[in-house]
């Protein structure tokens, strides 16, 4: 079993709680902020219907004494806050250990060990990303978790490329329902959240913004946003193809996730929310705007393809179309926190530049 620190404790990090600690792994939980954390350190872990404990050693705002020791550090803080979170853990890591982001959105494996490097650090540790989060579940409670489902095809990948083999075999125990795959271009370009929440978004701003709550994807996905998705989706695809990797369609990543097709994008969205193990069963309505859906996916999703579409001279009008309605609606550029491809290392690249560094590295 592994010492596995989660670092964020969201939503995604206590669902990773539930998960790893069930399976036997030693869990230290770190969040800055105690008032996420208090409840489960007095509970010793959370409660997972059915299963019993998941037990955590520690559940602490000290990020030393969660990470010094761990064999893998998961980031679970959400794409916004990986590079913070790479720069507070280099001094603090030692060889050999893993850092793997839950999930790396696009660019984040990269955008990580650029912030590593600047930031001084000289352990020698390895850096991965998975494509999706891995489970759906309910929060019952603070301490309570009931399942809902485990996505059934999940990829993760290395950067550099070339130390999947050594890296893949000590996450596998951890994951066993992941594979691997051959860059971060892969993963990067799986983004389903990017991909999803969006276009939903702007399609639904007119209830968003009366505060209506609406089923997220069986309602929110009409015919006009499954047209939306699947143009955003055909230019993340070529781009990805450009790049040399091979990533799914929506509707062949519903299915190898979740064994779900229905006979359009609309009535799948539909049954993937109404089926009795539906993953997006418990899937919010933004109550604004200033939601992890636009402040998230459009900076470290959308904005980052776009980059990387540029570079490699794939146009993406209907992706870049998006960027600007978002940008207009909210008045934001999201110039500060977009994953452009300098922030990624990617600067002044071009298409087998870029397929030449995912697999070797920067240097």
């Known amino acids: 079993m592994s010492t596995v620190a989660i670092i964020g404790a969201g939503i995604g990090g206590v669902y990773l709680v ?13 969040d800055l902020d105690d008032s996420r954390l208090a409840d489960i350190r007095a509970h010793g872990g959370v409660d997972v219907e059915p299963g019993g404990l998941a037990a955590v050693e520690s559940a602490t705002t000290d990020l030393a004494a969660a990470v010094v020791g761990a064999d893998v550090i998961i980031v679970a803080t959400g794409g916004n806050a990986q590079e913070t979170v790479a720069r507070s853990l280099a001094p603090l890591l030692r060889d050999g250990q893993i850092i793997l982001l839950i999930q790396g959105n696009t660019g984040g ?36 978790i009931r399942p809902i489902v485990k996505k059934r095809w999940l990829q993760i990948a290395t950067f550099p490329g070339r130390r999947i083999t050594d890296v893949f075999p000590r996450l596998a125990p951890l994951f066993p329902h992941a594979i691997a795959a051959p860059s971060v271009i892969c993963t990067g370009f799986t983004n389903a959240n990017a991909m999803l929440h969006v276009a939903n978004c702007v399609g639904n701003a007119g209830k968003i913004d009366r505060g209506e709550s ?29 790049l040399g990797a091979s990533v799914p369609t929506l509707e062949d990543w519903f299915d190898r996730v979740y064994h779900v097709r229905g ?16 993953p997006y069963q418990a899937t919010g309505t933004p109550k604004s705007f200033d939601h992890k859906y ?39 550029d999201f110039r500060d926190e977009a994953r452009t491809l300098e922030r990624m290392g990617l600067g002044g690249t071009n298409a087998s530049q870029i397929r030449h560094i995912v697999e070797a590295g920067l240097s």
């Open 263 to 278: 006979a359009d994008l609309v009535e799948t969205c539909r049954l993937l929310t109404t089926n009795s193990d539906g």
């Open 18 to 30: 539930a998960e790893l600690g069930l399976a036997g792994h030693r869990l230290r939980l770190h």
């Open 294 to 332: 636009i402040t998230e996916d459009v900076p470290v999703g959308l904005m980052p393809m776009s980059a990387l579409g540029t570079a490699a001279g794939v146009p993406t009008p209907a992706i870049d179309a998006l960027i600007t309605l978002v940008r207009a609606m909210t008045g934001k």
């Open 214 to 242: 609406y089923k997220f994807y069986a309602e929110g996905v009409t015919p006009s946003v499954a047209r939306l998705y699947r143009a955003i989706n055909a230019e993340r695809v070529a781009v990805a193809a450009a």
């Open 109 to 144: 494996a990269l955008v990580v060990r650029c912030a590593l490097d600047a930031a001084g650090c000289r352990a020698a540790v390895d850096i991965a990303e998975m494509d999706n989060y891995p489970f759906s579940n309910w929060r019952l409670s603070p301490t309570r």
